[in-house]
Nanobody, 116 residues
């Protein structure tokens, strides 16, 4: 099993910044990609950003230019730097890790609230 623990969420004003962290532990061998998803009340969970174990990244159109995902293989940790935050970014953010097409893991989530 793989355990994922998110941290760094909180309350921030519009235009502010937050940095989320996700630390992976347990049976971490063969993880090939990690990412961040978010889910707001009444909405489906959506992909925010993803990164492969060789550093390739992808982003949702709504966050391009504002968010940046990065990873540290030595620390088994992935980060999400969030800048220029908007109220519509408010959601629970979940960390995801994948070993294969049919094997994935989820963290407990961390709340991000953007409000004035």
């Amino acid at each position: 099993q793989v355990q994922l623990v998110e941290s760094g969420g909180g309350l921030v004003q519009p235009g502010g910044s937050l940095r989320l962290s996700c630390a992976a532990s347990g049976s971490i061998s063969w993880i090939y990609a990690m990412g961040w998803y978010r889910q707001a009340p009444g909405k489906q969970r959506e992909l925010v950003a993803g990164i492969s174990n060789i550093g390739t990244t992808n982003y949702a159109d709504s966050v391009k230019g504002r968010f940046a995902i990065s990873g540290d293989n030595a620390k088994n940790t992935v980060y999400l730097q969030m800048n220029s935050l908007k109220p519509e970014d408010t959601a629970i953010y979940y960390c995801n890790a994948r070993k294969a097409k049919s094997t994935e893991y989820w963290g407990q989530g961390t709340q991000v609230t953007v409000s004035s």
